[in-house]
């Protein structure tokens, strides 16, 4: 059974900061990886999704890498701005293209002005 | 695209009760997620359709509930008889599949409280 595992659970950091989420999962046989973003009380917004083909993926100053072989994947934010603040969820999609994901419990991310 | 609609968005009830969350995907997606979020356990997948069909309902906990997607606009999600320990915060997803890439977008999700 796929298990998915975030670190730190929780981050708090100055504004203007470079910071790195980690995330780790056990069975490498993934089809993609994929990081949401959720603020308090709200659903989960999709950031970045990297194919099991690819290595990274980028979206303005979000950069996401994947290292299937290792079962490791990286967020990086850079710059970062107190709107920021909110979890950020690591997420593995392991069977076929649309099937489920399994998520990991979440990094809190507060980044003070 | 209004994105994926869920309602409603809080429900309160006492145990025992029926209780059935809606989910409208978005338009010209064929994939829909049912999800379950908790302080302990986090996001749990319950149950999954492609083109309509339940393909992996392995994720619902008991008998008590259950999902259905009786069209491509609409899927609910049911408990009977309602519990406390069935309260969460209720996710519904959906994805348009192609091949191995497919973005799943999540609506506001239904906080549901069982007294």
């Known amino acids: 059974k796929q298990e998915v595992t975030q670190i730190p659970a929780a981050l708090s950091v100055p504004e203007g900061e470079n910071l790195v989420l980690n995330c780790s999962f056990t069975d490498s046989a993934i089809y993609n990886l994929q990081w949401f973003r959720q603020d308090p009380g709200k659903g989960l917004t999709s950031l970045l999704l990297?194919?099991?083909?690819?290595r990274e993926q980028t979206s303005g100053r979000l950069n996401a890498s994947l290292d299937k072989s290792s079962g490791r994947s990286t967020l990086y934010i850079a710059a970062s701005q107190p709107g920021d603040s909110a979890t950020y969820l690591c997420?593995?999609?392991?069977?076929?293209?649309?099937?489920?994901?399994?998520f990991g419990k979440g990094t809190h991310l507060i980044i003070q002005p | 695209d209004a994105g994926v609609i869920q309602s409603p968005r809080h429900e309160v009830t006492e145990m025992g009760q029926e209780v059935t969350l809606r989910c409208k995907p978005i338009?010209?997606?064929?994939?829909l997620f049912w999800y379950r979020q908790t302080m302990m356990r986090g996001l749990e997948l319950l149950i999954y359709?492609?083109?309509?069909?339940?393909?992996?309902d392995s994720g619902m906990p008991e008998d008590r509930f259950s999902a259905k997607m009786p069209n491509a606009s609409f899927s609910t999600l049911k408990i009977q008889p309602s519990e406390p320990r069935d309260s969460a915060v209720y996710f519904c997803a959906s994805s348009l599949r192609r091949g191995t890439t497919d973005t799943q977008y999540f609506g506001p999700g239904t906080r549901l409280t069982v007294l």
């Open positions: 997420a593995v999609g392991s069977g076929g293209g649309a099937d489920g994901l399994t």
């Open positions: 990297i194919q099991s083909s690819q």
């Open positions: 338009s010209g997606h064929n994939s």
């Open positions: 359709f492609n083109n309509n069909v339940p393909i992996d």
